[in-house]
């Protein structure tokens, strides 16, 4: 399948480095420029591209004018941002996220041009190739009908129902993972967890440097919880949620005083990510045992699937996101497919079943 991409960006030099980029990715082509927000519009709507990339910065309407028009208008282009790094571009591009675009990019800034072509190559290539995850799992379902459909093996049927047997569990955290899509599914589950939640939350968004603080700080304000960005020696305490820094690993240590700490290290990437959810959660398992509660949620790749095995083969508790709602329907279902998670369901289900799960219990952290 080959898919079409529309470049919006104000700087013509800008929109033919992308255009050259992904000349240079198989399976995609360049159907239209626009540099301006107007202009940007009047091509979504004319030439219905699969893709968009949408600079923030732009004349007449900004980027996240543009997106929320075009969302507005119900046109289903996946929108990619370009963004820069510096503290508002951060915020921006977080607003972004949060009101809908698929994913971003960040524009390259360094002084080598070769160097920056390949880092804004390989960026595109990675968000194309969730951007094609996506339309293809759309297409897929939308194409299904049950004379098609064989039936699941027993390992990748989807839970659907808490089991009698959490009544003996004891929960201590909860570990939550997510990529693409992250940030739209966390801002729609984190505000509806409840005041007195009696665990402490973790979570493994995505996501390079400079960018988590923005996203934390956005969850925290819309959220009765606690929400930060995870911070070197911190101490976990219940009712709060912990937002894995960019570029940093998240890692818990008993503490003899009291309850365990935080610790941020720059060890190699695990799935090629840093933050990983398996980093996270391998380190919580090592502490908390089988007290400990996975949450996997929408995002490309299979990251969180090795922590998710060694957790259910302790006896702890999986929980993925059903596919339907998923932006990319690739970490929730590796973690399906490999006959590991208890319960596979619908985002909006989630806090609850976290509450229940969780439930009054004391905690000893």
């Not at 977080?94 to 698929?102: K, N, P, V, Y």
């Not at 569990?169 to 409840?194: K, N, Q, W, Y």
Request: neutral net charge; glycine residues 8%; aromatic residues 4%.
């Amino acid at each position: 399948m080959n898919l079409r991409v529309l470049l919006v960006d104000d700087s013509a030099l800008f929109r033919t480095h992308l255009a050259n980029a992904i000349r240079g990715i198989d399976g995609w082509t360049v159907v239209g420029f626009a540099d301006d927000g107007e202009k940007a519009i009047e091509q979504a709507r004319l030439l219905k591209p699969d893709v968009i990339t949408l600079d923030i910065e732009m004349p007449k309407l900004n980027g996240i004018e543009v997106l929320r028009r075009l969302t507005a208008e119900g046109i289903p282009s996946k929108i990619i941002m370009v963004s820069r790094l510096t503290n508002e571009g951060a915020q921006e591009t977080t607003d972004a996220l949060l009101s809908g675009a698929f994913d971003f990019i960040l524009k390259p800034q360094g002084r080598d041009p070769v160097a920056n072509r390949d880092r804004l190559i390989e960026g595109l290539r990675e968000k194309l190739q969730a951007a094609r995850a996506s339309i293809e799992d759309h297409v897929v379902d939308v194409q299904r009908t049950p004379s098609k459909t064989a039936a699941a093996p027993a390992s990748q049927r989807p839970a659907t129902k808490l089991s009698s047997e959490i009544a003996t569990m004891h929960f201590e955290c909860v570990v939550i993972g997510c990529s693409t899509g992250g940030p739209d599914a966390l801002a729609r589950i984190i505000p509806m967890v409840p005041p007195n939640f009696p665990a402490p939350i973790l979570i493994v968004q995505h996501m390079p440097a400079g960018f988590t603080k923005s996203l934390a700080k956005r969850l925290d304000e819309a959220s009765e919880i606690r929400v930060v960005e995870a911070e070197h020696g911190m101490s976990l305490e219940r009712g709060t949620a912990y937002l894995a820094p960019g570029g940093w690993h998240v890692a818990l240590i008993a503490s003899n005083s009291g309850p365990a700490k935080i610790m941020l290290n720059e060890d190699p990437k695990v799935n090629n990510c840093r933050p990983s959810v398996d980093y996270t959660l391998k380190s919580t398992i090592a502490l908390l045992g089988r007290k400990v509660l996975a949450v996997i949620l929408t995002g490309m790749g299979k990251d969180g699937l090795e922590g998710c095995r060694e957790l259910s083969t302790i006896g702890g508790y999986v929980v993925a996101q059903a596919p339907e709602g998923c932006t990319v329907y690739g970490m929730p279902k590796a973690v399906a497919q490999a006959g590991i998670a208890n319960l596979v369901i619908p985002l909006d289900d989630i806090p609850k079943v976290m509450a229940k799960l969780v439930g009054a219990r004391r905690s000893s952290l």
